[in-house]
Nanobody, 121 residues
Framework: QVRLVESGGGLVQAGGSLRLSCAAS????????LGWFRQAPGKERDIVAV???????YYEDSVKGRFTISRDNAENTVLLQMNSLRPEDTAVYFC???????????????WGQGIQVTVSS
């Protein structure tokens, strides 16, 4: 069993930065695809960024050039550096681990509990 715990969320003004961290326990994640998803009130959970075990990354269009996903297999963590934040980035952010490279929530077996990110205008 894999346990994922997010940290680093909070309240920030538009244009500011936050760094989310997700720490895993229970199993090494070096062979998993790791992702960050977000869910705004009344909306579905959507992909933000995904990174493969080899380090290849995918970003949702609205975050390209602003967000960077990275992983540290030795520390069993995945990070999301978020710069130039906008009010529309406000959501609960979830980290996830899955066996294949996918943009769909259905292909991720393990999820964190989520952490709130709020961007004020």
């Amino acid at each position: 069993q894999v346990r994922l715990v997010e940290s680093g969320g909070g309240l920030v003004q538009a244009g500011g930065s936050l760094r989310l961290s997700c720490a895993a326990s229970g199993r090494a994640l070096s062979t998993y695809t790791l992702g960050w998803f977000r869910q705004a009130p009344g909306k579905e959970r959507d992909i933000v960024a995904v990174i493969t075990w080899g380090g290849s990354a995918y970003y949702e269009d609205s975050v390209k050039g602003r967000f960077t996903i990275s992983r540290d297999n030795a520390e069993n963590t995945v990070l999301l550096q978020m710069n130039s934040l906008r009010p529309e980035d406000t959501a609960v952010y979830f980290c996830a681990a899955g066996g294949i490279f996918s943009r769909s929530v259905k292909n991720y077996s393990y999820w964190g509990q989520g952490i709130q990110v709020t961007v004020s205008s």
